[in-house]
């Protein structure tokens, strides 16, 4: 059975009008006005951290980190530009590091009968399956692939934006979207298929 | 999903982008943020910490300009006091140049130079 096609989180882009506010009030020492931005982009920060780190817990410090980062460094924001691109750049820093430093344990590779299509488990487990699929999938992907497309098909930023968050040109971008999808996709399918 | 994707595909797949939402959806999101914003408070913003050190800077440039000040104060009036003692030697029953320097009065000024063209 196929996944719920659900909107993407990222569809639901945040709104930017009161971010300029919210982020001069930040400045002014209001923490108030910056866990408003941590809860607005907390679900984004922890999936693109997850994305990178494996280990839920890891991610989640990871994010965390990030969070304090950004605020340190939120003089150095440029207000005329969206919030979500910078912040997102700094949660996967915060996450490679972390990674780096704690050489966090590897996933092990996908259990050879779930990767050849064999039994599918209960109907029940059936999301949960798929969703640990995916996630080992994921984590089999270079590091900058996976992030791209996280950030592109789940948060839906544009090449340009991705671009930006990771540092690279846009056509690298690109081919590490189309790369990743063509795993992904492949594994869809068989999950679909069988 | 179903269509084969070129390489330069910039249409998000909404089907990926929900199951792959799925597989990486955080849980406990209040607790989360809730975590977060307590650790705010361990956090300083840079710009408070620049502000801080150009106190610090402030402090010390300004007890290093007193030094200094103090220093120059202190050579200026020992050469002083010197050639005071001097001139006043050198002048006999003339008043010191501090009792002209403090005076209300201009000094007289054929008292002065008397006292060199003695000299």
Same mark, same amino acid.
Request: aromatic fraction near 6%.
């Given at each position: 059975?196929?996944?719920?096609?659900?909107? +993407?989180?990222? !569809? !639901? /882009?945040?709104?930017?009008?009161?971010?300029?506010?919210?982020?001069?009030?930040?400045?002014?020492?209001? /923490?108030?006005?910056?866990?408003? *931005?941590?809860?607005?982009?907390?679900?984004?920060?922890? /999936?693109? =951290?997850?994305?990178?780190?494996?280990?839920?817990?890891?991610?989640?410090? =990871?994010?965390?980190?990030?969070?304090?980062?950004? *605020?340190?460094?939120?003089?150095?924001?440029?207000?005329?530009?969206?919030?979500? +691109?910078?912040?997102?750049?700094?949660?996967?820093?915060?996450?490679?590091?972390?990674?780096?430093?704690?050489?966090?344990?590897?996933?092990?590779?996908?259990?050879?009968?779930? !990767?050849?299509?064999?039994?599918?488990?209960?109907?029940? =487990?059936?999301?949960?399956?798929?969703?640990?699929? *995916?996630?080992?999938?994921?984590?089999?992907?270079?590091?900058?692939? /996976?992030?791209?497309?996280?950030?592109?098909?789940?948060?839906?930023?544009?090449?340009?934006?991705?671009?930006?968050?990771?540092?690279?040109?846009?056509?690298?971008?690109?081919?590490?979207?189309?790369? =990743?999808?063509?795993?992904?996709?492949?594994?869809?399918?068989?999950?679909?298929?069988? | 999903? &179903?269509? %084969?994707? #070129?390489?330069?595909?910039?249409?998000? %797949? @909404?089907?990926?982008?929900?199951?792959?939402?799925?597989?990486?959806? @955080?849980?406990?999101?209040?607790?989360?943020?809730?975590? $977060? $914003?307590?650790?705010? %408070?361990?956090?300083? @913003?840079?710009?408070? #910490?620049?502000?801080?050190?150009?106190?610090?800077?402030? $402090?010390?440039?300004?007890?290093?300009?007193?030094?200094?000040?103090?220093?120059?104060?202190?050579?200026? #009036?020992?050469?002083?006091?010197?050639?005071?003692?001097?001139?006043?030697?050198? &002048?006999? %029953? #003339?008043?010191? @140049?501090?009792?002209?320097?403090?005076?209300?009065?201009?000094?007289?000024?054929? $008292?002065?130079?008397?006292?060199?063209?003695?000299?």
């Amino acid at each position: 059975m196929a996944p719920d096609v659900q909107p +993407p989180a990222g !569809a !639901a /882009r945040i709104a930017g009008e009161d971010e300029s506010a919210l982020i001069g009030r930040a400045l002014a020492g209001d /923490r108030g006005a910056f866990g408003v *931005l941590v809860e607005r982009y907390a679900p984004q920060a922890r /999936r693109v =951290a997850r994305a990178v780190l494996a280990d839920p817990d890891d991610a989640d410090d =990871a994010a965390q980190d990030a969070f304090l980062s950004a *605020l340190t460094k939120l003089h150095q924001y440029d207000r005329r530009r969206p919030f979500g +691109p910078w912040l997102l750049r700094i949660v996967a820093n915060a996450a490679t590091d972390r990674r780096r430093r704690r050489q966090v344990r590897r996933v092990e590779p996908l259990d050879p009968e779930l !990767a050849g299509g064999g039994a599918r488990p209960d109907v029940d =487990a059936e999301r949960s399956a798929l969703s640990q699929r *995916l996630r080992e999938a994921l984590a089999q992907l270079p590091e900058r692939r /996976r992030v791209a497309v996280v950030l592109f098909d789940v948060e839906g930023y544009s090449h340009r934006e991705i671009a930006e968050i990771l540092g690279i040109p846009e056509g690298t971008v690109r081919s590490e979207v189309f790369h =990743a999808r063509r795993r992904l996709r492949t594994l869809l399918d068989d999950w679909k298929e069988g | 999903m &179903t269509h %084969d994707p #070129t390489p330069f595909d910039s249409r998000r %797949d @909404p089907e990926l982008g929900a199951a792959l939402s799925a597989a990486l959806e @955080p849980r406990d999101h209040a607790a989360f943020v809730q975590r $977060v $914003v307590a650790s705010l %408070d361990r956090a300083r @913003p840079e710009s408070w #910490t620049v502000l801080a050190g150009w106190a610090r800077r402030g $402090v010390i440039a300004a007890a290093i300009a007193a030094l200094v000040l103090g220093l120059i104060d202190n050579r200026g #009036t020992a050469p002083a006091t010197v050639a005071e003692e001097s001139f006043a030697s050198g &002048t006999g %029953d #003339t008043l010191p @140049p501090s009792a002209l320097l403090a005076s209300q009065d201009a000094p007289d000024a054929s $008292v002065v130079f008397a006292s060199l063209v003695r000299r």
